[in-house]
Nanobody, 123 residues
Framework: QVQLVESGGGLVQAGGSLRLSCRSSARTFRSNSMGWFRQAPGKERDFVSTISASGSTTNYGDSVKGRFTISRDNAKNTVYLQMNSLKPEDTAVYYC????????????????WGQGTQVTVSS
């Protein structure tokens, strides 16, 4: 069973930045496409970003393009989400997800999920 542990959430003012981290217990981490999702209260879970196993390919949801950057360090079994120019509407619980395939281009195809980390952006 793969365990994913997110960290780095918190309270930040609008316009500020946060960097989320997600550490995976998977021995196959360097073969797993990884993704970030978020869910605001009363709303469905939204796709935020995905990165291929090698880190060479990424994709973003429309609402975060140009502001968020996903990256990974396969030596540390960790994927990151750098969030800049944060807005109040970015407030949500952010979840890390792992796929057993090397590239998942969008919101479907993930096999393991973390417990989430809260991000709150004040206006």
């Amino acid at each position: 069973q793969v365990q994913l542990v997110e960290s780095g959430g918190g309270l930040v003012q609008a316009g500020g930045s946060l960097r989320l981290s997600c550490r995976s217990s998977a021995r196959t981490f360097r073969s797993n496409s990884m993704g970030w999702f978020r869910q605001a209260p009363g709303k469905e879970r939204d796709f935020v970003s995905t990165i291929s196993a090698s880190g060479s390919t990424t994709n973003y949801g429309d609402s975060v393009k140009g502001r968020f950057t996903i990256s990974r360090d396969n030596a540390k079994n960790t994927v990151y989400l750098q969030m800049n120019s944060l807005k109040p509407e970015d407030t949500a619980v952010y979840y890390c997800a792992a796929a057993t395939s090397t590239w998942v281009p969008g919101p479907s195809g993930y096999d393991y999920w973390g417990q989430g980390t809260q991000v709150t952006v004040s206006s």
